[in-house]
């Protein structure tokens, strides 16, 4: 039987994802000194790092953001005053067969065809692409490149070179969620992870040492695979929402769609209680999730938890109804399974992110990245007091912003963001003091490349030590 043949070079120039802010950026540099526009903090000391997709070669058969992609991290150091920043490819086997080929090897996630072993040898034949490129996790001494589901790549933090898979002392060995929760009260990291064949969601605990504190753990009452991206965590639960998105092989293999939305199931929530006990179901109206802002337990016993909320998954479902979105708060009650749902905001807003010191308990102010008007692209950052609920906008004109960031500072705290300029696509990290952050930045790093827009990252502080010379 002749060798599949590979699929064609997907059409960059009529890509959204992969042209203007979001084309792909194959430079590796490391910079200091960097030029800043204002004054950087004095108690603002640490590393921001920033994981996200960026094909290493263009893309063949197809693209589909942001689920493909090479992952590329940036990593922005920031103290006395000054910054500097290094970006490095995470190098799997996958990204270094393409170096030596030259071109692309593997087709997106979404399409049948891999390379034979004529192509890549008997090792890698019938492969599928390895994508650590969603988001950026320090814990228990390692550094770590996440995936979607999968394992993650161990860095180095001094040059960002890549070193090895990850299992993370088995608590990773099903995989994991490429949003694990840290505990700040535990110092636990915790995860789930979502599967093509059962067990289709497993969840476990990294404890502050790095150690396996418990296994995957299959969820029961699971008995289709879905896709979950993000988690939220309570001191006593591990929140997932199950958004009806359903991967159909059979469909795929068919020439179909590997996702299948599928609304008339409607949206299943688990808390599962983090001492292992039965899991408590809540089942609710059809809608889709990408991220959750944090969560809590009331002393009544319910459950909080507050999201960004969207009528479906668009790019991945064909559905032609309008979208909307909004940063919504659910009350669960694990008793009865009984929910009660609240917009807080009625954006169209993503990567909502609080102090990650307030994670697990309550937090006042959610940030998120959203527009300035109907049809506009991400060009504002809004700040809600969940309390109050005043809204503060930073409207950043020409600029296409990220995902936020709170920075905490020796003496104040800030809110960082990535965000390029569409009018000469130079790209700057932002820092605007958490006290007023619709004045605008107080201070502006100019970036020695363009960094392509998406995904998620961290704040280390200057003293971690994962950051301390070796």
Known sequence: MAAPTAPAPVDLTGHTHLTGVFAPQRREVEVDDLPIVGELPADLRGTYF????????????????????????HRLRLEGGRAAYTNRFVRTPMVLAEERAGHALWAG????????????????????????????????????????????????????????????????ALGSTAHPKLDPVTGD???????????????????????????????????????????????RYIVLFLCPLVFDIPGLLRGGSLLDWRPAAGTRI??????????????????????????????????????????????LAKVATPQRGALVRAVIDPRDGGITRTDLAVHPVEFPRVDDRELTGRHSVIATAGSSGPGAA????LFLDSVTGRETWWNAGDLAVGE??????????????LATDRTDLSSWFHV??????????????????????????MWLPADSALLAPA
């Open 50 to 73: 920033r994981n996200g997709p960026n094909p290493r070669f263009d893309p063949i058969g197809s693209y589909v953001y942001p689920l493909d992609g090479d992952a590329m991290v």
């Open 432 to 457: 605007l003091a958490a006290e007023d952050p619709g004045a605008g930045p107080i201070a502006s790093v100019r970036l020695p490349i363009r960094v392509p827009a998406g995904l998620h990252g």
């Open 270 to 315: 688990a808390l599962i209680p983090r001492d292992g006990s039965a899991v408590r179901w809540a089942e609710t109206d059809t809608f889709w999730v990408w991220h959750f802002a944090n969560a809590y337990d009331e002393a009544d016993g319910t459950v909080v938890v507050d999201y960004v909320q969207w009528a479906y998954p668009s790019g």
């Open 378 to 381: 991400k060009d504002a950052l």
């Open 109 to 172: 996630i979404t399409d049948p065809y891999t390379p034979g072993p004529e192509i890549v040898g008997p090792d890698l034949a019938g492969t599928s692409r390895q994508l650590p490129d969603i988001n950026v996790v320090a814990h228990g001494g390692r550094l770590l490149a996440m995936a979607e589901s999968d394992l993650p790549y161990r860095l180095d933090p001094a040059d960002l070179a890549t070193l090895a898979r990850e299992d993370c002392d088995g608590a990773m």
């Open 189 to 235: 990291l915790v995860l789930f992870t979502y599967r093509l064949d059962a067990p289709y969601l497993a969840w476990s605990v990294v404890g502050p040492d790095g150690t396996a504190r418990r296994a995957p753990t299959p969820v029961e009452g699971v008995d289709e695979p879905v896709m979950v991206h993000d988690m939220a965590l309570t001191a």
């Open 404 to 417: 936020p960031i709170f920075l905490p500072g020796e003496r104040a705290g800030y809110w960082g963001t």
